[in-house]
C-alpha cells in the first residue's frame, strides 16, 4: 500500500516529462505572442542557448597558393595592384556619393565627326560669311540675297525635282519672251522674279529686258545702279556693261513714251546681251508694237501671263492665239501664269485655265495672293511671301527645261 501511496515526480518516465516540457514550451510561445516575457511567470530559458560553435576552418599548408583558373576569363577582370594599406583597409558598406570621394573615371572617347547635311551648311552660313563650295553655291546666294529665307530653304531643297530642273543644263543661249492678254496682270513682277530665281539657283548670268515703250525703268524700280537702255545695248557692241539689281539680276529698259522700240534695237541687244548672259528675258508684257513683236518671233519659250476670272482667262487665251501666230514653234512649250490677287480666285483659278484652255495641268502656274505685289511694290525677294518666290521658282523650272519640259497642250 506504501509504494501505491508514494507519487511524485521520481515516477514519470521519460516521455511524460518531455510531453509536459513542450507543453510549457508552447505556453510561453503563446505568452511571447501576446507580449508577455514568459520568464515572469517562470517559464522559458532564463538565458539564451548557446550557438554552436563554428567549425575551425582547416589549416592552410604553408608557401605559395596554387593559381586559380576561372571557368569563364572573359567575366574576370584584370587585377590591379594595391599597396599594403589600402589593401587592409576594410570595404565600405554603401558607396559613397560626394564628389570628391569618387574615383577618377575615364575620358570618354571624342566622337567621330558627323556628316553635315547641305541644308545644315546653308542655313549656317546664314549666320556667318563663310565661303560656299561650288556645288552649293546657288542654294546659298538663294538664302543670302533674299530669295529664300531659312524658314522656306528646307522646303525648296526637299523638292528636289524644282531644285534639278533651274538648274539643267542649257547648250545654247536662250530666249524666253514674257506676254500678258492685257496690262496689270504682273507680267513684269513674274519675269523680274523668275530672272532673280534663276539668278539665284544657277551659276551663269540671266538678263531682263524690257521692250515695251513708255514703261516705267526696270533698273529705278530694282534699285541698279545705272541705267541702260535697250537702243544704248544694241549699239553698245562688245563694251556693254549692264546694271545689275542687288540680285545681280540684269536689267536693260525699254524705249522711252515718245520713242517706239524697233526691230532693229531688239535684234542688236539680243546679240550684246547673249554674249555674256546665258537666259535673255524679254518683258513684252501687252505691248503691241515692233519691238514686243520682234522679241516674240525670236524666242525660243514664251510664258503667258493672266488673271483670273473671265476677264483674265479671255485675256489669257488672247496671249496665246498671238504667241500661235507669231511663234508656232514656241507655242508647243507655253507656260501659263495665272496671278490671283484674292483667295478665293486662287481656289478657282486653275480649273477654269486647265478647263477653258484645254492644256495640261502641270503647264499652269498660280501665283497666291502677295501683300507686297498687291500694295503696288515691284518685286522684291525680301518682302514677298514664300508662297509667291515658291511660284516663281517653279516657273524659272519649267523655263531652264525648255523643250525638255512638258508640253501645254494635252496630247
Known sequence: MADDDHDGPDDETPDTLGRSRRDAEGAA???????????SLGLGDA??????????????????????????????????PQDDAASAAPAPARPTFSVDARAEQPAAPSAAPRTVSSIE????????????????????????????TPDAAEAVQGDREVVEAIRHRQVDRRVVTFLSGKGGTGCTAVA??????????????????????????LGALHGADTLLTLAAA??????????????GLGLVDGGSWDAEV?????????????ADHTFVLFDAGDDAGAGAHAALARADQVVVVGGPGMTGVTALAQAVDRVRDVNPTAASRLVHVVVCPQDESFRQAHRE?????????EAV??????????????FDPAKVGPATREAYLRVAAAVALGAHGPSGRPS
Open 29 to 39: 510561445a503563446d505568452l511571447a505572442r501576446m507580449g508577455i516575457d514568459p520568464r
Open 47 to 80: 538565458v539564451p542557448p548557446p550557438r554552436p560553435p563554428a567549425p575551425e576552418a582547416p589549416d592552410e599548408p604553408e608557401g605559395p597558393r596554387a593559381p586559380v583558373v576561372p571557368i569563364r576569363p572573359d567575366l574576370v577582370r584584370e587585377s590591379q
Open 121 to 148: 551648311q546653308l542655313l549656317a552660313r546664314t549666320q556667318v560669311a563663310a565661303p560656299a563650295p561650288h556645288r552649293s553655291r546657288g542654294l546659298v546666294r538663294s538664302v543670302t540675297k533674299g530669295l529664300v
Open 192 to 217: 523680274v522674279g523668275v530672272g532673280t530665281s534663276l539668278m539665284a539657283m544657277r551659276d551663269d548670268r540671266t538678263v531682263v529686258a524690257d521692250v515695251q515703250q513708255g514703261s516705267v525703268p
Open 234 to 247: 544694241a549699239g553698245a557692241g562688245e563694251a556693254l556693261a549692264v546694271p545689275q539689281a542687288p540680285s
Open 262 to 274: 524697233s526691230r532693229r534695237e531688239v535684234v542688236g541687244a539680243l546679240d550684246a546681251l547673249g
Open 353 to 361: 485655265v486647265v478647263a477653258q484652255l484645254a492644256v495640261r495641268p
Open 365 to 378: 502656274v498660280l501665283v497666291p495672293p502677295d501683300a507686297h505685289l498687291g500694295g503696288g511694290h515691284p
